[in-house]
Structure formats: structure tokens, C-alpha cells
């Protein structure tokens, strides 16, 4: 077989190195293996329960089914719900969390643009903060609002997130979640430039994952740190599935990413 048609034929998958360079390999991973996993989570976005016009219980309920078959199969440590759980009104908060409550791993919540709730609601409600972190496995999870009661679009705090990556320097990895794009890639992504050079002084930042924009499934990458997006399960917009995002540390501290639309598996990445 030529290189060309090798090239074409084969799939191709991103090579992070630990220096920040980056290859592109045509090595098909076998990232279903989950006896070379050491942490695996699924990441979901985008729900927009109570969207009018939209079958938002239904969402819901076939993301929820989706995501407990996949782990019946291939175990998931968590899953992060990353915004725009609920669309505007505080009265689909309880419905949306029963629904969510019906997974068969822990999950852990960021608030979005749409979840125009309060910091007590939210608190009282998830019994999480606004601004939140977690060990996994070892493995730090840092989960930051971009938003605010008005639904305005916000950088993460820095305050809050420098204070947090600094008492968790020595962690293997570090993987951070925040609905919104800080960078302006998207028509509804925004620049913040203060968190971003944050994140340079930080090596152990592995990757980010952002919601918000329905019409993202794959990857951007700013400072050699990955930017990944995950569609959405919900809305009147976006991606033509609804889908979710599989993230899989692998023993060797490669990180292996891919959605699901639900059960095919697409945009094959693999993070070294």
C-alpha cells in the first residue's frame, strides 16, 4: 500500500506530546480497552430542559438510557454535566436533576448561561458549589461558572480558579470544565485572556471542556492545551445527533477522547 492511500484510509489521531508538540499519527487507538484505563468519565452539555418547542423529557431520558448502557459495558467513573442544564426558569431545576438522577455513576454539574439560578438555589439543589473541585481517582477536577443570574456570558474567576490551581500543582492531571468558550472561535465564545495565560503556569492542565456551542463536537487547541467540545443533548440547535463525550486516561497518562452520537463512536483523539 502507498503512503497516500494509507494516509487516506487510515485514521487519523492527535499526538500531544509532554513537550507541547504536536503529530499526527494514523495508528488507530484501541481506546475501548478499558483494561489500559486508569480513569474514565463521560461529559454532556447542553440539555436546555424546558426549552419550548423541543422534547426536552425525551432528551433527557435517551441521553440518561445511552449513557447507562455505555457504562454497562465500558465502566464510567463520573460524568460532568456542563451547562445549560435547564433553559431559564428555576421551576425545571428538580424535574431536570430526577432525570439526571437516574445515572449509574456520580455526576457533577457547571451552571450556564440558561441556568439563571442563584448561588443558594444551585448550592441547595446539586449540593455543589457554583465553583467547585473533586478528586477522581487521584485526579483533579476543577468545574467553574461562566454565567450569572442575568445569563450573561463570564470568564471563569480567576481569583478562584489561580487559588485552586495553585493548591493543586502537585495533582498528575488536571481537567477543567466551564460551559462557556474562552476564546473567541465561535460566534458565541469570548476572549478571556487573563485564564488562559493562567492555565500556561499550570503543566498538569490537561485539557479543557467547554459546552455552549451546539454546533462543536471536536477539538481546538490554544498553548499546546487542548479545548474540547461535546455538541449538546438538548436545544432546538446545533450538531444533527445527540450525543456525548467520552474522556479515558489511559495507565500511561495518554488521554484517549471521542463522541458518541450516541453508539457511534466519532472524532477519534488521542492526547499524549
Same mark, same amino acid.
Given at each position: 500500500m502507498?503512503?497516500r492511500?494509507?494516509?487516506?484510509?487510515?485514521? *487519523?489521531?492527535?499526538?500531544?506530546?509532554a513537550?507541547?508538540?504536536?503529530?499526527?499519527?494514523c495508528?488507530?487507538?484501541k481506546?475501548?480497552d478499558?483494561k489500559?484505563s486508569?480513569l474514565?468519565?463521560?461529559?454532556?452539555?447542553?440539555? @436546555?430542559?424546558? $426549552?419550548p418547542?423541543?422534547s426536552?423529557e425525551?432528551?433527557?431520558?435517551?441521553i440518561v438510557?445511552?449513557?447507562?448502557?455505555? @457504562?454497562? $459495558?465500558?465502566p464510567?467513573?463520573?460524568?460532568?454535566?456542563?451547562?445549560?442544564?435547564i433553559?431559564d426558569?428555576e421551576?425545571?431545576?428538580?424535574p431536570? =436533576?430526577?432525570?439526571?438522577?437516574?445515572? =449509574?455513576?456520580?455526576?457533577?454539574?457547571?451552571q450556564?448561561?440558561?441556568?439563571?439560578?442563584?448561588?443558594?438555589?444551585w448550592? $441547595?439543589?446539586?449540593k455543589? *458549589?457554583l465553583?467547585?473541585?473533586?478528586?477522581?481517582?487521584?485526579q483533579t477536577?476543577?468545574?467553574?461558572?461562566t #454565567?450569572?443570574l442575568?445569563?450573561?456570558?463570564?470568564c *471563569?474567576?480567576?481569583?478562584w480558579?489561580?487559588?485552586?490551581?495553585?493548591k493543586? =500543582? #502537585? #495533582?498528575q492531571?488536571?481537567?477543567?470544565?466551564?460551559?462557556?468558550?474562552?476564546? =473567541?472561535?465561535?460566534?458565541?465564545?469570548?476572549?478571556c485572556?487573563?485564564?488562559?495565560?493562567l492555565?500556561?503556569k499550570?503543566?498538569?492542565?490537561r485539557?479543557?471542556c467547554n459546552? @455552549?456551542?451546539?454546533? $462543536?463536537?471536536d477539538?481546538?487547541?490554544?498553548n499546546?492545551?487542548?479545548?474540547?467540545?461535546?455538541?449538546h443533548?438538548?436545544g #432546538?440547535w446545533?450538531t444533527?445527533?445527540?450525543?456525548?463525550?467520552?474522556?479515558?486516561?489511559?495507565k500511561?497518562?495518554t488521554?484517549?477522547?471521542?463522541?458518541?452520537?450516541?453508539?457511534?463512536k466519532?472524532?477519534?483523539?488521542?492526547?499524549s
Amino acid at each position: 500500500m502507498n503512503r497516500r492511500k494509507f494516509l487516506k484510509d487510515a485514521t *487519523p489521531v492527535l499526538l500531544l506530546l509532554a513537550g507541547g508538540s504536536t503529530i499526527y499519527s494514523c495508528a488507530k487507538p484501541k481506546i475501548e480497552d478499558v483494561k489500559n484505563s486508569k480513569l474514565r468519565f463521560v461529559v454532556i452539555s447542553d440539555g @436546555h430542559y424546558g $426549552q419550548p418547542g423541543t422534547s426536552y423529557e425525551n432528551y433527557f431520558r435517551d441521553i440518561v438510557a445511552s449513557i447507562n448502557a455505555h @457504562h454497562a $459495558q465500558f465502566p464510567l467513573d463520573c460524568c460532568i454535566v456542563n451547562g445549560d442544564i435547564i433553559n431559564d426558569d428555576e421551576a425545571f431545576l428538580k424535574p431536570a =436533576k430526577a432525570l439526571l438522577d437516574e445515572l =449509574k455513576m456520580p455526576y457533577f454539574v457547571t451552571q450556564g448561561n440558561h441556568d439563571r439560578v442563584d448561588d443558594i438555589t444551585w448550592t $441547595q439543589t446539586w449540593k455543589m *458549589p457554583l465553583n467547585h473541585h473533586a478528586k477522581i481517582k487521584g485526579q483533579t477536577f476543577i468545574m467553574g461558572t461562566t #454565567s450569572n443570574l442575568e445569563g450573561g456570558y463570564v470568564c *471563569p474567576n480567576i481569583t478562584w480558579m489561580r487559588e485552586t490551581l495553585e493548591k493543586n =500543582k #502537585s #495533582s498528575q492531571n488536571i481537567f477543567i470544565f466551564i460551559h462557556i468558550t474562552p476564546v =473567541k472561535w465561535t460566534n458565541n465564545g469570548i476572549d478571556c485572556p487573563d485564564f488562559i495565560d493562567l492555565l500556561t503556569k499550570y503543566p498538569n492542565v490537561r485539557l479543557v471542556c467547554n459546552g @455552549h456551542d451546539h454546533d $462543536q463536537d471536536d477539538m481546538k487547541i490554544k498553548n499546546n492545551i487542548p479545548y474540547l467540545f461535546d455538541g449538546h443533548i438538548g436545544g #432546538s440547535w446545533g450538531t444533527s445527533y445527540r450525543g456525548f463525550r467520552i474522556i479515558d486516561l489511559l495507565k500511561d497518562n495518554t488521554i484517549a477522547t471521542y463522541m458518541l452520537n450516541p453508539t457511534v463512536k466519532i472524532n477519534e483523539r488521542l492526547l499524549s
